[in-house]
Each structure stands twice: as C-alpha cells, then as structure tokens.
C-alpha cells in the first residue's frame, strides 16, 4: 500500500523498459497491490518481469467476501504469490495453519508459492533461530503436495522495514541461516530449493548477500519502489 494505483503503473512501465534494455537473464518477479495486477500483467507482457500477487485466499472460490482466490489471480497472469509475509503474520495474526492453507491453494491454481518466514528479536536474543525457523518451515509446508512451485524467502522480522540497511544481517550469517533453512526444506519436500533473503536490502548491501553461496535471490522491500535503487541492485 506504498503507492497509489496510477504510481504503481508508472513504476511498472519503468521496470519493463529497464529490464527491456538492460537485457537481464535474472528473473525479476513484480508482486504489486491486487488494485494493479490486471494492468501491470498487460505492462510486463513479452518482458523477462513475472508477475507475483502479495497474498490469496485459502479458497479457490466461493463465498469469501473480501478475499482473492488463487484461480482468478491465474487468470490475470500472475506466476508467484507470497504467502507468511511478516507484516501479514504479525499484523493480521495470520498463523501457520492460515498459511499452509493458502499454500495448498495456490499451488492447486497453478501458482508458484514465495513462502516468508523469520523470526523476532525475542527469538534471536534467545538464540532459538534456527529452531523457530525449523517449526515454521515444518508446519508451513505441511500439506504442500508440488515441491517445483516452492520458493523460500528468509527475512529476519528484526532486520526488515529500515531501507538504509541499518539492521540488515551480516552476509555471512545469512549464508549459514540459508544453508540451514535449506537443509530442513530439503528433508521435508525431498529435493532443493531456492532461499531468498530479504531483510532491509538496498544497492549498497544486495552484492554482499548474492555473493553468499547458498543465497539463490533477493526479497527486496522498500528499495523496489525507486527504479534507481532497483537497477542499482540488478
């Protein structure tokens, strides 16, 4: 909800020439508001941008006032739909059963799942990382049947929300958190997945995490909504 309907359009068409231009080989997934799909999907068309949706409902149809189903964001183009963002879990108490729900959905539509885990301060100063992160991803992917529409990203809840980067990890630790996460998604699903990281990254920072070994992308926040931040990090 950054941007308004008639900004988001812009930044999208920016994207698709600056992609267009640069010819990347990247994948770069788009994941606006549900307001702008339909008409970023015509945008990006013939471009090497997927589009991505930010959440969907854990019903494929019906009478779900107020909620998008998997189907219908298929039917606009999207490819990817994030599911356990932080901001969804913690603002709108969305628990791991909501969301092993909405993943069953979307992979049964069709979709490709961006699964978002992390954890709190709390947890870190505890020093119970890697265990919460382990009962997320256990209980998370649960009922998930289409292990090749899985993706993971890891954004630390301590480290997100500040585009300075102030917060962000250290490369290096996030390297071994991702070597972690998976090792665990590996054992549930029966085969390797990508591990994103996304945690207050900016231009300055992005390299570093890239550079890691068992980092396959980014989950980029707030540095997505300028498109000078966003070449600077491609």
Same mark, same amino acid.
């Given at each position: ?7 988001? =359009? ?8 600056? =992609?267009? +231009? ?12 549900? +307001?702008?799909?339909? =008409? ?10 997927? +589009? ?18 998997? *189907? ?21 108490? !969305? ?25 709190? /301060? *709390? ?12 009962? !997320? ?33 250290? /490369?290096? !630790? ?45 989950? =980029? ?14």
């Amino acid at each position: 909800m950054n941007l308004s309907y008639q900004a988001s =359009v812009k930044l999208a068409k920016s994207y698709a020439l600056s =992609v267009k +231009l640069k010819q990347t080989d990247k994948e770069v997934i788009v994941c606006p508001d549900y +307001l702008s799909l339909p =008409v970023i999907s015509g945008i990006i068309k013939g471009t090497k941008l997927s +589009l991505g949706a930010q959440d969907c409902s854990v019903a494929l149809s019906g009478a779900w006032t107020g909620e998008v189903s998997a *189907q219908n964001l298929k039917s606009l183009g999207v490819k990817y739909v994030i599911i356990g963002h932080s901001e969804r879990r913690q603002g709108l108490g !969305e628990d791991d059963n909501l969301i092993s729900a909405k993943i069953k959905a979307a992979t049964e539509a069709g979709l490709k799942v961006i699964l978002c885990i992390g954890e709190t /301060a *709390q947890i870190k100063t505890k020093g119970q990382t890697r265990r919460y992160l382990g009962q !997320e991803l256990r209980r998370d992917l649960s009922d998930l049947k289409d292990s090749s529409k899985l993706v993971i990203a890891y954004e630390p809840i301590w480290a997100i929300s500040t585009a300075s980067g102030a917060k962000a990890m250290d /490369a290096r !630790e996030v390297d071994k958190i991702h070597r972690y996460i998976g090792s665990v998604v590996e054992k549930i699903v029966g085969r390797p997945v990508p591990v994103l990281y996304g945690g207050s990254v900016n231009p300055i920072n992005a390299q570093s995490f890239l550079g890691q070994t068992h980092v396959s992308g980014l989950l =980029v926040g707030s540095a997505s909504l300028r498109l000078t931040d966003f070449e600077a990090i491609d």
